[in-house]
């Protein structure tokens, strides 16, 4: 496939800005168009008190892609963390491309009280860069307030028969909640081999839950690891897994993005779908955003979604079939945002502000190197 770089003129084009909110008391405003960034994935489990932020409503955001230097040099590592100030400047708390060979995916905050690393960042990514790597096993990296570089923390072993038991497209899932059989853990989970690992403050990683359909259930490959909404399941700290039964890497790629949600309990993943997630996982918006302060809301894909596995032809601009949709207290759906382009869009909240991301063609994918990362955000109007 094609290595061109677009402007940013052609990208903007692109990615042009059409999302419109369907409710009068709120407005909507891009706040970083295309041109600078790549893979934009707001942190979606953001704290507004997280030693991280500014105190005035900001956020995390990573980015996967990105080196110093425009021209891709696949030796390198890539990626990046940056602070969204409640100004819509952003810092840089990690440069590009200085994590060694590792790229940056789903970043997650450690709970205080976590051992030491109480307020560290956590991220899966490889250990050696660009397409070799993706099929050796991955490592779990650190940083710490203050830091300017990650460091390792330690390496997922081969485990399971899928992808030849190679840990890769390591994803980072949940810190375990106190009170669960998940307390003290941190879970992440491999894409590439259908295993959940845990994690103990002192560095040492096991296979906690496999999922390979063979000498396990599945198989299934997970998109995300959360903790259910107990008000749209009605019970505490339900864990669940986003994916699809009887998919892995193992099997052809497809560019429809049909997720289905599973509860782990009692060691094992159960194979019934738990239908009242059906729409996704949606995060409950604080107080401070206005007359929906309280309700749930969630990207709707429609079908279609990029992701960090594959691109589209990279000279084709996405279908605008992405929606944001509102739950209210009653559990009934509304549509609230719509004409949203197309890729991986993640949403968080920060003050008053819900900020949306969108990853758009794959950086990390090796296919499209361009800066077509953009945020956007919805707020109540003063």
């Not at 810092?91 to 307020?119: S, Y």
């Not at 986003?242 to 949600?261: C, I, L, M, Q, Y």
């Not at 605008?320 to 968080?348: C, P, W």
């Amino acid at each position: 496939m094609s290595a061109r770089l677009y402007s940013v003129e052609e990208l903007q084009k692109m990615t042009e800005f059409r999302a419109v909110v369907h409710d009068p008391r709120y407005e909507i405003e891009q706040i970083v168009p295309a041109g600078n960034y790549y893979d934009l994935q707001v942190f979606w489990d953001w704290k507004d008190d997280s030693a991280w932020g500014d105190g005035k409503g900001s956020l995390l955001v990573s980015d996967i892609g990105g080196q110093p230097q425009r021209e891709t040099d696949w030796a390198m590592g890539h990626g990046a963390i940056y602070r969204l100030n409640s100004n819509n400047s952003l810092d840089t708390i990690m440069a590009p491309g200085v994590g060694r060979q590792a790229g940056v995916f789903r970043p997650i905050i450690a709970p205080e009280g976590w051992g030491e690393w109480g307020g560290h960042i956590f991220f899966g990514s490889q250990v050696i860069p660009h397409r070799g790597g993706a099929v050796v096993e991955h490592m779990v990296y650190r940083i710490g307030p203050g830091d300017k570089h990650p460091q390792g923390f330690c390496v997922a072993p081969k485990n399971g028969t899928v992808g030849g038991g190679v840990s890769g497209a390591l994803l980072t899932g949940v810190f375990g909640r106190k009170g669960t059989p998940e307390e003290g853990l941190l879970l992440i989970f491999s894409m590439h081999n259908c295993t959940i690992y845990a994690i103990t403050p002192d560095g040492a990683i096991r296979p906690w839950l496999l999922m390979d359909g063979v000498s396990a259930p599945g198989p299934v490959m997970a998109y995300r690891l959360f903790y259910a909404d107990p008000e749209i399941v009605g019970e505490e700290n339900m864990l669940v897994v986003e994916g699809k039964w009887n998919s892995s890497f193992d099997d052809e790629a497809s560019h429809v993005f049909e997720p289905r949600h599973y509860r782990v309990a009692d060691g094992t993943i159960y194979p019934e779908v738990i239908e009242t997630l059906a729409g996704g996982a949606g995060l409950r918006a604080p107080e401070a955003f206005g007359a929906f302060g309280g309700d749930s809301f969630r990207p709707e894909n429609a079908g279609f979604i990029s992701s960090v596995h594959w691109t589209e032809g990279d000279a084709q601009a996405l279908p605008y079939t992405t929606s944001i949709m509102r739950r209210d207290a009653d559990g009934n759906e509304h549509l609230f945002v719509s004409d949203v382009q197309a890729g991986q869009n993640l949403i968080a909240f920060a003050g008053d502000r819900m900020i949306v991301s969108n990853m758009g063609h794959s950086y990390s994918s090796g296919n499209f190197k361009n800066p077509d990362g953009t945020l956007f955000v919805v707020r109540p109007k003063k």
